[in-house]
């Protein structure tokens, strides 16, 4: 097993596979599962994010009534014609909110690596796609990328946000989907860890400060933010920018950050946005009560 | 490694809206009902940390309370878990506790009809992964999403092989052992995770073997 980007690199180099097929292998020689039952898995996974962006393009609101609709917002502008940011990057930002608008709304999802995070790595997927016209299997091997970054992310940091800060939810999740961008557009296994070592730096020291501790403010465009970080460092990746921290000290900072964050910032709704005048009135709104305050 | 499986990562599909809040919470109720082996008539759930800040806000009592019904985390009833509960006579009662914990997702939810009781604590620890801890006053530590069997024995010469040769026996493989007890000679509790599920039969040789008092299994 791979137990750090480093040994990643090296397994995909010795063989000269992709990241994506050391992940697959592990995967079938550790659980000891046949190549389809693998991919069949994966490609189930894939299928529910399909669904959850579909759902969330025709537009979802929140059980609270604080988020939704903003996807649609999104493609209504894009059909105009006329962003400044370009179309591929908005796709990506509204099928990133598609997929948390319906996370919020209680409706089906796949975590990856969690549900709060769940849109950056099919924001960037969906919205690539319409770019680089991908096999299905191609699209599948984008989803086993990202999570053989996140795989290390999770064995040497921390992707909960109660432990480690959003940075370790939203900021693995944008970097993972920046590796597997830079694998499906053709880059190298070192572009890729590079892409995911940009992102995540420009991700580090991000609070987890739930609006009344639900996951819709400010983590639905904290999403849209991670999408787009995904596919801009991406993008300098396979310009040929490394990053001058290592991929893995990269993941060891965040882990350090995270460890030296106070409570009141990872995911308990006491400090941040969430301790904010009308994060406190919305949270008020929502229970109708005030909690522990009197 | 705390995370084996790049489906942990890529992974669970579930309903929303939280990993570690909605479908870890679902894991660990589920976890509850499966070892206890039958729907409890009652259960009292304590819950720490930043479960108990925000679980109204992620419906982690409608996924403790879908995973004590038997749900699985993509399960769409967990919406109405707790109405369900009600229909079915089932009083879940919720209660912040502000005691510290090690971890902080942690909940403690004790269960049982009125024949019966356990107590079993279980962590979160992010993306849907979840470990119990806790089992009636033991500690363990076991992923929950493995096929598992927890047998409660007395603390006597032979007790352990004699559960280990039954599974040698038929052929089920131990991925992750565990044994734990409250005194010398006294109540012990072997915890035992397995690469293959464990059948019916196999249980009901299990539960005539010497020195073994309970057995209940977590099934994958």
Redesign the interface.
């Known amino acids: 097993m791979f137990r750090n980007v480093a040994e990643l690199l090296e397994q995909a180099n010795a063989d000269s596979i992709s990241i994506s097929e050391v992940m697959i292998r592990q995967e079938m020689d550790i659980h000891q599962r046949s190549r389809e039952e693998v991919m069949g898995q994966m490609e189930r996974n894939l299928q529910i994010m399909e669904e959850a962006v579909e759902r969330g393009l025709k537009g979802v609101t929140s059980h609270s009534g604080l988020t939704g609709n903003d996807a649609v917002l999104l493609q209504q502008y894009m059909a105009k014609g006329n962003t400044l940011s370009g179309h591929l990057l908005l796709d990506a930002v509204s099928k990133a909110v598609a997929t948390n608008e319906v996370n919020a709304a209680m409706g089906m999802i796949c975590a990856t690596p969690t549900a709060g995070s769940a849109g950056c790595v099919p924001g960037a997927l969906f919205a690539v796609k319409e770019r680089l016209n991908p096999t299905r299997e191609q699209m599948i091997r984008f989803l086993f990328t990202a999570g053989a970054f996140g795989f290390v992310v999770a064995n040497n940091a921390s992707i909960s946000g109660a432990e480690g800060g959003c940075q370790a939810e939203v900021g693995s999740a944008a970097a993972m989907a920046s590796a597997a961008v830079v694998e499906m557009a053709g880059g190298t296994p070192e572009q890729s860890s590079e892409a995911f070592a940009i992102t995540l730096k420009n991700m580090l020291g991000l609070v987890c400060d739930p609006v009344a501790g639900l996951v819709e403010v400010p983590c639905i465009k904290r999403n849209a933010a991670g999408a787009s970080n995904a596919i801009v460092s991406a993008d300098m990746a396979l310009a040929g920018i490394t990053s001058r921290i290592p991929c893995d000290e990269v993941i060891g900072a965040m882990y350090r950050i995270g460890k030296s964050m106070p409570s009141a910032l990872r995911e308990t709704a006491e400090g941040g946005l969430a301790a904010t005048p009308t994060g406190r009135r919305l949270a008020d709104m929502i229970y109708g009560i005030t909690k522990g305050k009197e | ?20 809040h ?2 870890g919470a679902a894991r660990i109720g589920r976890a509850a009902r499966l070892i206890f082996g039958l729907q409890p008539t009652w259960a009292t759930v304590h819950l720490y ?2 479960f108990a ?7 982690t009592d409608l996924a403790i309370a879908g995973g004590l019904l038997g749900y699985d985390t ?1 399960d ?1 009833r ?2 109405f878990a707790l109405e369900t509960a009600e229909k079915h006579n089932m009083k879940i009662e919720f209660i912040e506790d502000t005691a510290a914990t090690e971890h ?2 942690t909940a403690r939810i004790k269960l049982g009809t009125d024949d019966s009781s356990m107590e079993l604590v279980g962590i ?5 992964k979840v470990e119990i801890t806790e089992l009636n006053g033991f500690e363990l530590r076991m992923s929950g999403n493995k096929p598992a069997i927890l047998i409660m024995h007395n603390d006597r010469f032979g007790a352990i092989a004699s559960v280990t040769q039954i599974l040698a026996k038929h052929e089920i493989n131990i991925a992750h052992m565990e044994v734990s007890r409250k005194d010398v000679g006294k109540d012990a509790l072997m915890v035992i995770e397995t ?1 293959q599920n464990v059948e019916d039969d196999v249980m009901q040789v299990l539960e005539k073997a010497s020195h073994i008092n309970r057995v209940s299994r977590l099934i994958n």
């Open positions: 490694m705390k995370y084996q499986s790049v489906f942990d990562i890529i992974g669970p599909v579930m309903v929303g809206p939280s990993s570690s909605t479908a940390g930043s800040k925000t679980y109204r806000g992620h419906g993509d769409d967990i919406r902080p997702n979160s620890i992010g993306g849907g690469d």
